[in-house]
């Protein structure tokens, strides 16, 4: 299999992963809303997650092998993701997980336009016809799957101020998203995907239980009056959710680009959809599920888009993805 097959099939297959489990994670946050609030939530979500990877940055460092200058590199991409982490975490407790799913995909739009003026790769795949055809199926899909039900979500919701703050929340998260994928493939492009997270979860997870500390009314104690299948669950999406969920999209930007692998996402609010149906028997109507058929379809287009390959002869790596690794390390 030659090499740009095999990165493509690789990535196809990290990408997947990803929306899988990233599709859980509204509907564990739906779970625990009645139980712990948005900081308690996230504190313990990405403390656990931390916990997990802490052992890849202590033996690196122990050992030297940790890559020079990565804590510097990851500071931008911390940052982003912390705050794109309280609104996406927060949103869920002021609008339903369908409409907070459908302004998520705000990120679509960042993300390509993000892409477009800052990596000359990814500009031969965003002007491509089977991009943006993929692009155009996945926003009406995606918009279908979510707004054509048989209740409206303003119509559902009780507090209309609530409604519009959770509207506003997850948009800006849209955003501070596609710029936390954009600032990975700027920032960590020459560092491996496991070692990348595993620094960015310390950051982020510092912020994240120092939030909670502050903010929660328990400073997260509550937590620990959940039963115990419930902990387990909470234990459960910080593993799938944010441990390997992260690491997976880190895995599908560097084979596929942050345009394709934030478009292949886009599924998000349709799968979360079907989901709900089996968990929680949030009934599809049939126009919802023609629009995640087309959304599907846009999906296949995009995954049909290659990367241009590097010319043989040219020694230095033509996007910050394959940047020099080695000139990094110790």
Do not use: K
Request: charged fraction near 10%.
């Amino acid at each position: 299999m030659p090499p740009a097959t095999g990165r493509t099939g690789t990535g196809t297959l990290t990408v997947i992963l990803t929306l899988v489990f990233w599709t859980s994670v509204p509907l564990f946050l739906r779970y625990f809303a009645e139980q712990i609030d948005a900081w308690t939530a996230n504190g313990w979500r990405y403390g656990i997650s931390a916990l997990l990877w802490l052992p890849v940055v202590v033996f690196g460092q122990m050992r030297g092998s940790l890559p020079h200058g990565i804590w510097r590199a990851s500071l931008v991409p911390s940052l982003v993701n912390a705050l794109g982490q309280v609104t996406f975490c927060y949103a869920h407790y002021r609008i339903d997980p369908g409409l907070m799913s459908f302004g998520l995909r705000s990120q679509m739009l960042f993300a390509a336009v993000g892409a477009y003026v800052m990596f000359a790769a990814e500009r031969p795949i965003i002007r491509s016809p089977i991009y943006l055809a993929g692009l155009a199926a996945l926003l009406v899909g995606t918009s279908g799957a979510v707004l054509l039900g048989e209740g409206s979500a303003v119509a559902l919701s009780a507090d209309r101020a609530a409604y519009v703050q959770g509207v506003v929340l997850s948009l800006l998260s849209g955003a501070l998203f596609a710029a936390y994928a954009l600032a990975v493939q700027r920032y960590m492009g020459g560092y491996g995907s496991v070692v990348s997270f595993a620094v960015i979860s310390q950051y982020t997870a510092a912020a994240m239980v120092a939030l909670m500390l502050v903010f929660s009314g328990r400073g997260g104690l509550e937590a620990l009056d959940m039963s115990r299948g419930d902990f387990m669950l909470l234990l459960l999406s910080a593993v799938i959710g944010i441990a390997l969920g992260h690491v997976l999209y880190y895995m599908s930007i560097a084979r596929l680009g942050v345009a394709v692998s934030s478009g292949v996402l886009q599924l998000h609010p349709f799968t979360v959809g079907v989901a709900s149906y089996f968990i929680f028997r949030e009934v599809l109507t049939a126009a919802q599920w023609v629009s995640g058929a087309v959304a599907v379809a846009g999906a296949i287009l995009m995954l049909n888009v290659r990367r241009p390959a590097p010319p043989v002869t040219t020694p230095e790596p033509i996007s910050p993805l394959a940047g020099a690794t080695a000139t990094r390390r110790r």
